[in-house]
């Protein structure tokens, strides 16, 4: 068999398919944080699993530890014979494992479409939307566990409370996030669907807005139950029997928040009021799967986070506070900042590494709006989202817009180490400096916590106003 596969609706196999305990299957980018997810759960079903990923990384000792074999680089010789090639939407083509598979007619298969094998044998609650789906999908986890209702989760990220990113666990139900990127999630039929909200991120995947909410339309259109944002755009993709959800005024305290959800009161250890909204969603979620709601809700007052997600990492030597997110959109720019905002005793300092030419060149405006919460701001070279990626764009663009939003101190820089040996002249006891974007920026973070300098200079003089240092 050649070619890709996709599973049915909800409880449907796919024809053919063999038992896990015979399948091998090959994940090429096996570190992603969806991918390794994907195969620690085949593995744990007993399938034979290998992979290989483009560098090492802390992830794939944790593989390495379940009975996984990983490589590092991409090696045709490394696909072996018989085994299903598990791809994600990163991987081209031209890919030398994949151009293997296709020489040894090996079957090709996208992440998703494994995913939603996965939600087929289960009965799924799946999230989706452009901001929070990893966030709201852990809540959901924890409100479920904290129930006593088993579910197994497909996550992208780990959830700090189990420290693993997926888990096929026991029960009937699991919990996945799902992407509208590669629009995987049309595989999906979830017999819950929750999307959080819709905004325009991934322009090279979609040519209007018009174009991603029919994507949503239809995929809450192949969901038994609904969950969504009381908001008319995304009220109007559903079919107006959909749960609604909102917390427009939460109480937001130093770390966390406090709201009323159907006559509860619901306390958070993780800020924002985002995250308010995210747990709003994750309770009626956790409701329609069966959860008890007063446990449900006393889960997620003992809910950590996830990695990546704000945070915490420890703090520099000269007692500046390092926390680290996700954040590579306006939208999420803004809302972490306002979350850190909220913690922050003295200033508050962001660091974004930009992602994608096509992103910053339409909303270099909205990326500089979003990094003037903070009280200064270093901006990072513009990455490449690969070969197909917009003409290249320079991070001026949204160094100029944050200095024009009113940010007091902006530096543009070219790398990590012009990030760090700054930061070190910048930072002193009592900021708080968040790291944002989803390429290298998180190993920024890690030397600012392991002493590499930051805050050494605690005398409150200032750096330069604006410029760009090497």
Not at 68 to 86: K, Q, Y
Not at 221 to 229: I, R
Not at 239 to 251: E, L, Q, Y
Not at 266 to 282: D, I, K, T
């Amino acid at each position: 068999m050649t070619g890709e596969a996709g599973p049915g609706p909800r409880g449907d196999r796919v024809s053919g398919e063999p038992a896990w305990t015979q399948r091998r299957l090959h994940f090429v980018g096996i570190g992603g944080d969806g991918m390794s997810g994907l195969a620690l759960v085949a593995r744990s079903l007993g399938a034979t699993v290998t992979g290989s990923d483009r560098r090492d990384a802390p992830v794939l000792q944790r593989l390495r530890a379940q009975g996984i074999g990983v490589v590092v680089g991409h090696h045709g010789d490394s696909v072996p014979a018989g085994a299903e090639l598990v791809y994600s939407s990163a991987v081209a083509p031209g890919n030398p494992e994949r151009a293997r598979a296709r020489e040894l007619g090996l079957p090709e298969r996208r992440r998703g479409a494994l995913l939603a094998e996965l939600a087929g044998e289960r009965r799924c609650i799946a999230v989706a939307g452009t901001h929070g789906k990893t966030t709201t999908a852990a809540m959901i986890v924890q409100a479920l566990h904290g129930a006593d209702v088993p579910a197994g989760y497909v996550i992208g990220a780990d959830l700090l409370n189990t420290g693993r990113s997926a888990d096929w666990g026991a029960g009937e139900w699991l919990v996945v996030e799902t992407d509208e990127s590669d629009r995987s999630l049309l595989e999906l039929h979830p017999e819950v669907a929750v999307l959080t909200n819709v905004e325009l991120e991934h322009v090279r995947a979609y040519r209007s807005r018009a174009e991603l909410d029919e994507v949503f339309r239809t995929f809450l259109a192949q969901a038994e139950e609904t969950v969504l944002w009381d908001r008319p755009e995304v009220r109007s993709l559903g079919n107006g029997t959909a749960r609604t959800f909102d917390v427009p005024a939460p109480a937001l305290e130093p770390w966390g928040s406090r709201f009323s959800w159907r006559g509860r009161e619901v306390g958070l250890r993780v800020p924002g009021a985002h995250n308010a909204r995210n747990a709003a969603a994750a309770l009626e979620a956790s409701a329609l799967a069966g959860a008890d709601p007063d446990r449900a809700v006393a889960a997620l007052g003992r809910f950590c986070g996830t990695a990546r997600r704000l945070q915490r990492l420890g703090t520099t030597i000269g007692g500046a506070t390092v926390y680290d997110d996700y954040a590579h959109h306006p939208t999420e720019v803004r809302c972490t900042l306002e979350a850190a905002r909220a913690v922050a005793s003295g200033r508050l300092v962001a660091a974004l590494e930009p992602h994608s030419f096509a992103r910053v060149g339409m909303m270099a405006s909205a990326f500089g709006g979003a990094l003037a919460v903070a009280d200064a701001a270093v901006v990072l070279d513009v990455v490449r989202a690969g070969p197909e990626d917009g003409p290249p764009v320079s991070a001026s663009l949204i160094a100029d817009a944050a200095r024009a939003a009113g940010c007091a101190t902006v530096v543009e820089v070219p790398d990590l180490d012009a990030a760090e040996r700054y930061l070190a002249t910048l930072l002193r006891g009592g900021d708080v400096c968040v790291t944002m974007g989803f390429v290298h920026i998180e190993q920024l973070a890690q030397r600012l916590v392991a002493g590499g300098g930051a805050g050494a200079r605690d005398d409150g003089s200032r750096p330069p106003r604006s410029g760009r240092v090497t």
